[in-house]
C-alpha cells in the first residue's frame, strides 16, 4: 500500500499524539456586532448586491412571522422558523448558482426562494401536502425531515454531477443536531474519498430541540471535523451576512475544484424549535436576551449605515412588499385542489405494496359502512 506520508514525519513516543489542545479553529468575521467592519474583506459585490442582502434578510423574517402567525391560527400543521438565522440563510443562499442543488430541513426558507422555490409551495409544504415536493425539486430544492437523511443523497447527487461534467455544486442544508448521525460521518466520509462538488452547511444555531451544542459533541468545534475526513472545514460567524456569503462562495469554489467544504455557521436559533415545541423549559431567557443583541439584521444595517448605503433602503417598504407576497401566495395555496384521502397510502410507491393495499380496500370498506366518518376527514391539512 502507497505511504501517505512523508518518511520524514516525525516518530517517537509521544509523535503519533493528536488532542483538542491542538486544535484552535476561529470564527471567519467581516461586519463586527457594533456594525464596523474589515474594508478588505467585504465581498466584492455592488452596491444593489449589498442592498439586495438586505432585503433578503427582512424578507426571512417578516416570511416567518407570517408563517408562524398562519400556523398558530390553525392553518400549517407545524413550522419551522428561522428567525435570528437570517444572515446564515440569507448569505448562503445567495452564494449558490443558476443549477446549484439545495437538499434542506425547513430552516432556509429564504434559500429555497432564492432557488426558485415559490411561497404557495412552502405555504403547501408545511400544510402537509405532498406535491409541495415534487414543486420544489423541479427547483432543485428539497426538504428532508427524517434528520440528516439527506446528506448521503447530497454526496450521490454530487457525485452524478461529476459524472455529467456539470458546472454545479449540491449544498446540504442541516443543523448542529444531524452532525451526530450515522449519515453524516458517511456522506463526508465518501464525499472526500471520491471528491465531488459538494458543499456541506451547518447552522449551528446551539440547540437540537432541547439539546445544547454542549450535549452535542465532546469536539470543541463542528468545523474541526472536516479535517478527519480530508475535506476543508470554515467556521464562520454565522450572523454576518457578509462572513457568510464568503464563507459559501469559498466553499463552493472548493468543492468545484475537487475538494468538498464543511461550513459550520455558528448562529443561535431565537423562536422555538418548531411552533410544537417550548423552549423556556430548556434554556434560559438571559442567553436568548444575549442573543438578541447580535441581532444580525441590526448589524447589517449597521454596516450599510456606515458604508452610505442604507438611506435608499426603506425597510417598513420591504416589509409591505413581502406580506403582499405573502397574501397571494397564500391564496394561491388556498386555491390548491384537496387532496383525496386514498393519498395517503398511494403517494410513497409508484405500485402499492401487498399491505398498504389492504389498508386501503379495509379503510374504503368502513367509510361505505360509516359514511359519516367523512365529515371528521379534512381533505387539505391545515394543521
Ligand atoms: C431521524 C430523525 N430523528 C429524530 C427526528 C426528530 N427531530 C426533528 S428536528 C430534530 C433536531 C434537529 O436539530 P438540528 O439538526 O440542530 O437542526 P435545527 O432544528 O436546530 O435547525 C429532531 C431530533 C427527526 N426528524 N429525524
Ligand atoms: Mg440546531
Known amino acids: 500500500m502507497a505511504e501517505r506520508e512523508p518518511s ?33 474583506a467585504v465581498p466584492d459585490l455592488d452596491d444593489q448586491q449589498l442592498q439586495d442582502l438586505y432585503r433578503w434578510m427582512v424578507l ?4 416567518d412571522e407570517r408563517m408562524v402567525s398562519l400556523q398558530r391560527r390553525g392553518e400549517l400543521g407545524t413550522y419551522a422558523s428561522g428567525r435570528g438565522q437570517e444572515a446564515s440563510i440569507v448569505g448562503s443562499g445567495y452564494a449558490l448558482e443558476g443549477d446549484d442543488w439545495l437538499l434542506g430541513t425547513g430552516r432556509e426558507a429564504a434559500a429555497m426562494l432564492l432557488r426558485g422555490v415559490s411561497i404557495r409551495d412552502l405555504v403547501l409544504f408545511w400544510r402537509g401536502v405532498g406535491d409541495a415536493a415534487k414543486f420544489m425539486a423541479e427547483e432543485n430544492a428539497m426538504i428532508a425531515i427524517s434528520i440528516g437523511s439527506q446528506l448521503p443523497m447530497t454526496t450521490g447527487a454530487a457525485w452524478g454531477m461529476a459524472l455529467d461534467d456539470a458546472e454545479s455544486v449540491v449544498a446540504a442544508y442541516f443543523g448542529d443536531g444531524a452532525t451526530s448521525t450515522g449519515t453524516f460521518h458517511e456522506a463526508l ?31 470543541g468545534t463542528l468545523a474541526q471535523r472536516a479535517v478527519g475526513y480530508g475535506i476543508e472545514g470554515i467556521r464562520v460567524d454565522g450572523n454576518d451576512v457578509l462572513a457568510v456569503y464568503e464563507a459559501m462562495r469559498e466553499a463552493r469554489a472548493l468543492a468545484r475544484g475537487g475538494t468538498p467544504a464543511f461550513v459550520e ?16 423549559r ?3 431567557e438571559s442567553e436568548v436576551e444575549e442573543w438578541e443583541r447580535r441581532d444580525p439584521i441590526d448589524r447589517y444595517e449597521a454596516f450599510l ?6 438611506g435608499e433602503v426603506d425597510r417598513e417598504g420591504i416589509v409591505e412588499e413581502v406580506e403582499a407576497e405573502f397574501r397571494a401566495g397564500l391564496e394561491a395555496a388556498d386555491d390548491y385542489p384537496e387532496g383525496d384521502v386514498e393519498a395517503v397510502f398511494e403517494y ?3 405500485e402499492l405494496p401487498p399491505n398498504l393495499e389492504e389498508q386501503l380496500a379495509a379503510f374504503e370498506a368502513l367509510l361505505e359502512e360509516r359514511p359519516e366518518i367523512n365529515d371528521y376527514i379534512e381533505r387539505r391539512p391545515k394543521g
Not at 426571512?60 to 416570511?63: A, G
Request: net charge negative; hydrophobic share 30%.
Open 8 to 40: 520524514e514525519s516525525p516518530t517517537g513516543p509521544q509523535a503519533g499524539r493528536i488532542s483538542q489542545a491542538d486544535i484552535e479553529v476561529g470564527r471567519a468575521r467581516i461586519v463586527r456586532p457594533d456594525g464596523s467592519h474589515d474594508a478588505d
Open 60 to 63: 426571512e423574517r417578516t416570511f
Open 189 to 219: 466520509n465518501f464525499a472526500g474519498v471520491l471528491g465531488v462538488p459538494a458543499v456541506f452547511f451547518c447552522q449551528n444555531n446551539q440547540y437540537a430541540i432541547s439539546t445544547p451544542f454542549e450535549k452535542q459533541t465532546r469536539a
Open 265 to 280: 455557521s455558528v448562529t443561535y436559533r431565537m423562536d422555538a424549535h418548531t411552533t410544537s415545541d417550548d423552549p423556556t
Open 282 to 284: 430548556y434554556r434560559d
Open 305 to 310: 449605515r456606515s458604508k452610505g448605503l442604507f
Open 348 to 350: 410513497l410507491y409508484a
